[in-house]
C-alpha cells in the first residue's frame, strides 16, 4: 500500500505502518515531504492508496476534485522553538530574544511546507502584540528545510543546521523539536505561548476505491492509532 505523507510524520508512520501490518498483514510503502508539493503529485496523476498532511487545506482540496475519498482531521501539532541553550531563551522572553539583529533565525519554507505557513502565521500574530515584528522577522528568516524532503537515511535538516553552526534559534513542530532533541540533548525547546501559537491540523484520506487506504485511515483514526500518535508528541 503506497503513502504519502507530510515529512514531520515520518517517524511516527514508521510505528503506523508496524501497527497496522500487524493487525491487518498490509505493508506500507511510505514517501515522505513537503504536503503542498506531495498534493501537486497526486493532483498530477500520481498514483497512492493514502495521503496524510500536515495543513487539512490540503486534504480537503484533493476530495472536493474527488481524488480523496474523504478528508478527516486525525491529529495535531503546536510550534515550539530550538535554540542555542546561550540564548537563554523562554516563554517570556521569546519575541526579545527572537528579534536580536545578531540571533540567526530558521524556519521551514511557507507554500510548499505547512510547517512555514504555520510560522509565517505566528509573526503575523506576534506583529499584532508588538507592531513591526512581523517586518523583521520576514527579513530575518533562513529558510532551511522545507523545499524537498530528506533523502532515506539522512539526519533531519534542523539537526544539521545546528551541527553545521547555521542557526542560533529554528521554529518548528513541537514533534520535530522532541525529535531534534533526541539527537542533540544541549539544545532547549520552547513551546510558543498559546496566545502567539499556530495549532496545526492534519488531514488524511484515502484514494477512491483503494479498500487497503480506507482500512488504514480506519485504523489510524481509532484507538491503537490515537495511541500512537499521542506517545510521538500529537494532540
Known sequence: MTV???????????????????????????????????RKDIEGGRQIDVFASADL???????????????????????CVVAMPALGLNEANLLDVLLRPTVRLATSTPVSDPMGDYTW?????????????????DAKALKLSGASAPLPGQ???YVTAFEDGKTDAYIMYCTNAASTLKAL???????????????????????PGSRQGEQFVRFVLGEEGRRILRAHGFN
Open 57 to 79: 487545506a490540503h486534504t480537503d482540496a484533493l476530495a472536493a476534485r474527488k481524488l480523496l475519498v474523504q478528508s478527516q482531521t486525525f491529529a495535531y501539532n503546536d510550534l
Open 121 to 137: 502565521q505566528f509573526f503575523r500574530n506576534a506583529d499584532k502584540l508588538r507592531p513591526g515584528t512581523f517586518a523583521v522577522f
Open 155 to 157: 539526519k533531519l535538516p
Open 185 to 207: 540533548p544541549q539544545l532547549d525547546v520552547v513551546r510558543i505561548p498559546e496566545a502567539l501559537n499556530v495549532r496545526s491540523s492534519y488531514g488524511i484520506g484515502a484514494a
Open 4 to 38: 504519502l505523507a507530510a515529512g514531520s510524520l515520518r517517524e511516527v508512520m514508521k510505528d503506523l505502518g508496524d501497527a497496522f501490518r500487524k493487525q491487518s498483514g498490509i505493508g506500507l510503502s511510505a514517501n515522505f515531504g513537503p504536503s503542498g508539493g506531495l
